[in-house]
DNA sequence: CAGTATCCGATGCGATACTG
DNA sequence: CAGTATCGCATCGGATACTG
């Protein structure tokens, strides 16, 4: 941030010197998946501290990146992104599309965790596209070395916004198990492979309701970059 | 560069681990502008030191975004940017016009030092739109502080590629006497002012040759983005 | 829930000097 | 011209612990 300045004529440098700090970009597209609270964007992010996340929600403030809106009668604050940095969004496409084509999938899909996976599942989900009743959905990574906590529970009430995302069991009847690693569920999510795919790469394995089975690419929608076309798939 | 990975299932974050390593995408906004060489990169990024310079143009090499092309006969070495880098040109376009409309032109032009302004004007001159004689044009940077080299000589030669720059006087007869300061001249040439708003505003003056003083506006081109709607202007 | 307050450590970066 | 080789420092960032 006081990182000494390029000092050259050329506005790409003047956006690089906003933008470089670290997570500054992170957080703006967490703000426009839709969280607005600290521990939202946190928990989205993973592996950020609290101290650093709050820092850089400051500077990003006094950068007129982000407004900060305390609602004291709550007692809590949301952050939102200014016009200023809402119009960032087609720099931050061509960034996504570049990505998409000329990183490999291994590489853009490799060391995130089952966690910060689940977590931005979470979001993909279609409430619409699911029964009318209590789903309960449990993932198990088979990654090797194992993650922390292998199992994730999604559990959907009917009539929620978003589904629950557990990391220790719940103690419900489990209509649909997964079980999967995170580059295969990663490569899923970011169009980098696709379900049927991984089912016969041995990625992926469903069990339990088959209703629940087969409309899974229905009630788990793909990420918005998931169609750029020359995505370079998993091998 | 060995900095941890982000560790998210997004795109613009494994952009962003590629380019966020200081002076990578100004080094290939030179390559962009035309530089190949190691010297001519460096002066054009002002401030670099040589071994960073260095060290960059490897890592760079080694995640394909440029290429080395050594010149043993000649005994020289060219740098080019590879087609995935070439691929990032949208993606620097958005930025750059993000940053000409969002951006103040106060900030967007401080701190730069005349001798990389003049370094990068020296490759805006337009050698069609000069007489084709030997031209000589002196700018005489007025800021305060004042900078090290507060002169600079131009030589153009009919036939060249390229003008000649010089912070020591040249010992030619002088053509074109421009007077003027950093933040002015960076605002013409970023096209956040034009050479008449200079003028009026007492950021530039000319003298000498009343001919090269009237086509200044034609023989010195404009940034590529100087003619994005929406810049700001310098107040 | 939404942060502060410290503290420490890695390393990226810059400056300088030197080479084939 | 096109780099290496060192070296030291600043600062950025992560970890941990604590608060209204």
Redesign the interface.
Known sequence: MT??????????????E?L?P??T??IL?ELWNGSTRFNDIRRG???ISSALLSRRLRQMEALGLIERIEDKAAGHVDYYRTE?SI??E??????????????EAE???G???AS??MW?LRRMIDLAELPRRRAVIRFHFRDDPPPKYPHYWIVVEPGAVLPELCSLDPGRDIDLYVETGTVSL?AI??GRSSIAREKERGGLFLSGDPGLARSMGRWLRT?V?ATVAGTLPLS
């Open positions: 990182r000494r300045p390029y000092g050259l004529i050329c506005p790409i440098s003047r956006a690089c906003i470089q670290r997570w970009i992170q597209t992010l993973g592996n200023k119009k960032l087609p720099a931050m496409n061509a960034l996504a599309e570049w990505a998409q084509c000329h990183i590489i853009a899909l060391g995130a965790e910060t996976i931005g990663a999510l970011e990420s970059w």
